[in-house]
């Protein structure tokens, strides 16, 4: 092998190297794009399970001081009978 196959070769093996990790390169922007879409998709739901059981809380605290309200009455009227 003479040196110009010699450096032929090299240069060959490096385009052919450089090819693969530009595809790589852009498989992997492309994964993290879905992983981006992914995560924001699963942020968004779960921002809304959150708000349902936040307002779920905030009715069950309202709920639970009008009994406190309805408790306090009947004892006054009991001890008013």
Same mark, same amino acid.
């Given at each position: =092998? +003479?040196?110009?196959? /010699? =450096?032929? /070769?090299?240069? #060959? *093996?490096?385009?052919?190297?450089? &090819?693969?990790? #530009?595809?790589?390169? *852009?498989?992997? #922007? ?5 992983? !981006?879409? $992914? @995560? +924001?998709? @699963?942020? =968004? &739901?779960?921002?809304?399970?959150? #708000? *349902?059981? !936040?307002?779920? @809380? +905030? ?10 309200? !309805?408790?306090?009455?009947? &004892?006054? $009227?009991?001890?008013?009978?």
């Amino acid at each position: =092998m +003479t040196n110009e196959e /010699f =450096m032929n /070769f090299i240069v #060959d *093996k490096f385009n052919s190297f450089e &090819k693969r990790f #530009d595809n790589f390169e *852009k498989r992997l #922007d492309g994964l993290e794009e879905r992983f !981006d879409e $992914a @995560i +924001t998709e @699963i942020k =968004m &739901k779960l921002e809304k399970t959150q #708000d *349902k059981r !936040d307002k779920k @809380i +905030t009715e069950l605290n309202q709920k639970s001081q009008e009994v406190k309200l !309805d408790r306090q009455i009947l &004892k006054r $009227a009991v001890v008013n009978l």
